[in-house]
């Protein structure tokens, strides 16, 4: 079992920044690949950034070159850090990992970017 649990969100006006971390527990050895998702209103849910097994990243066209994603090993946490917010950045973010072929979400923290 593995429990994702996200914090982080808020308001925020257009132009700044925010940080969202999602802290993992539970069994959290071996975890393949963690990684943030958003869902705005009406729209589907979108890869936001997420971890390769190589030591590397990945993002979605939205966050390119304006939000970066890192991960503290020592207490288990994955940081997704974003600059330069816009209106359509806002969306309830959700954390995700896999762990032995399953997949595990937080309960997700809403982004709010006012104009």
């Known amino acids: 079992q593995v429990q994702l649990a996200e914090s982080g969100g808020g308001l925020v006006q257009a132009g700044g920044s925010l940080r969202l971390s999602c802290v993992a527990s539970g069994d959290t050895i071996c975890i393949s690949a963690r990684g943030w998702y958003r869902q705005a209103p009406g729209k589907e849910r979108e890869l936001v950034a997420a971890l390769t097994r190589g030591g590397g990243a990945l993002y979605g066209d939205s966050g390119k070159g304006r939000f970066t994603i890192s991960r503290d090993n020592d207490k288990n946490t994955v940081h997704l850090q974003m600059s330069g917010l816009k209106p359509d950045d806002t969306a309830v973010y959700y954390c995700?990992?896999?762990?032995?072929?399953?997949?595990?979400w937080g309960k997700g923290t809403l982004v709010t970017v006012s104009s």
């Open positions: 995700h990992a896999n762990h032995y072929g399953r997949d595990y």
